[in-house]
């Protein structure tokens, strides 16, 4: 199953097209006015997939953050669709969840209050609303912060009650923006296991991204090159370090040889731009 | 399920914001002292008569007027008739300056053509001393309360509307767009993103709106009113009761500081966020 990184094509066949397709991009560009400049982002094609956790790497003003915010539904495509489960998906709503940099939170809800928010928007009845709230801050690990105000918690703690908050609304997938980006190392590493678990437990399509090439080999099972001027995806392959038995931990994947070298093939690959 | 986290993190303990090493209520005591000091200083002056009691009537003299005044009211009307006139034209002035101002401050911050539309009214009226126009008030309404609550409000509309416009304004975008992909959208984003986002924004406002208003509501009960705490102190003034208008002047500024305290608490309570720095 471990395929190796291909270095060549441009535009590579999906990873595993035997499981039914969620979420397609078709075709997207953008082009910010005026109109001759060249496109941030050019001719994106992209399938993602059931409990895929896909890295998106890339330097900065690749567009990555453009693409997050197209699948969102922030900004409108110049050109191209986004299809979720066969729907185009054009304006945000809750199908597609969004964890961003900071974490975002409601400061004037608690916890358990920002956790309901999506489901109150739902029209979910506040008892079955208060009990997968509990059951969500469970998952992350808050279930003691749950009626503290936002402002009370520590930058790791708020991350995860953000993440808890996206989840609630059981979207199709969940997009992350370098969410850790912010944090201390140590804090980090602990949001980054902790992630994983999340994923494993939650088998939901993730798409994170990140300008981390560590990052990226610890988490992903898949992983997207972009490079800039015009945006576009360069490469797109399995994780060869993922294995879907067996999760290793982090000291072990940092440890492998095989890790050390794909460290270095993709650094002087992203450094190449 | 087991919590999937096993790196505790200490959650933050909330600042207090007193300088290093001394207790906080140490300035309260400096206060009061000051306070007392003054009163002292009041006292000494009358008893010793430096000054004519017509200028400065001694805190005896003054007690024995509030005493007065409580029992048989000041000119056919009860002290508390005269608090109430007043209070209740800052009340309704301010309710209606809220529930029109806010809405109205908020939707012009996200519509650009909107706050086009009222900008030039608002900026034309808002620098104005409301004593200007409230001789036309008057002429329009009479010297009864709609005038009154009238001009009130419209003092107390700009503070609000302009807090509002610029507030609305400065709501992160990524709050937005994250209610958004939480399923917010159309009315229920106004009401459980960008109101209470503003709100301690609008609180500040409202402070500022309520001392504009006090500070034109006596000015105004003095040029026309047959009531009211500030017409009490200027009808005194006619009679040379120099210890009523004492009264007058402390009971205004001991309400304006309740007024105050209440609305500070009011924030201390409703967004308790906005006390980090």
Redesign the interface.
Known sequence: MIATPTFTSHHSEPVHANRSTQIIVDQVSLTYRPAWEEPVLDQINLELEQSELVCVLGPSGCGKTSLLHILAGYIPPTRGTVRINGKEHKAPNSSVGVVFQHANLFPWLSIAGNVEFGMKMKGIPKPLRKEKAAHYLQLVGLQEAASKLPHQLSGGMKQRAAIARTLATDPSIVLMDEPFSALDALTRESMQIHVRELWAKTQKCIMFITHDVDEALLLSSRILIMHARPGRIVQDFRNPLYSENKARNFNELRADRQFLELRESLLSHIASV | ?R?????K????H?RSIARKGVHPYIYRGISASAVIVAGLLWWLISSLHVVSSLFMPSPAEVWAAFLEIIKDGYKGETLLGHIGASLWRLFVAISIAFVTAVPLGILCGRFRWLQAIFDPFVEFYRPLPPLAYYSLLVLWFGIEDTSKILLLFLSAFAPLFITSVYSVQRV?K??I?????????GW?LYI??IF?SC?PDLLTALRTAVGVAYSTLVAAEMVAAISGIGWMVLDASKFLRSDVIYVGIIIMGVIAVLIDVLIRSAMHK????TE?S
């Open positions: 399920m919590p999937a986290i096993s790196v993190e200490k959650p933050k909330s992160p990524d709050r767009s994250g209610a958004t992909s939480l399923g917010a959208k229920s459980y993103i209470p709100l409703w967004c308790p966020w980090q």
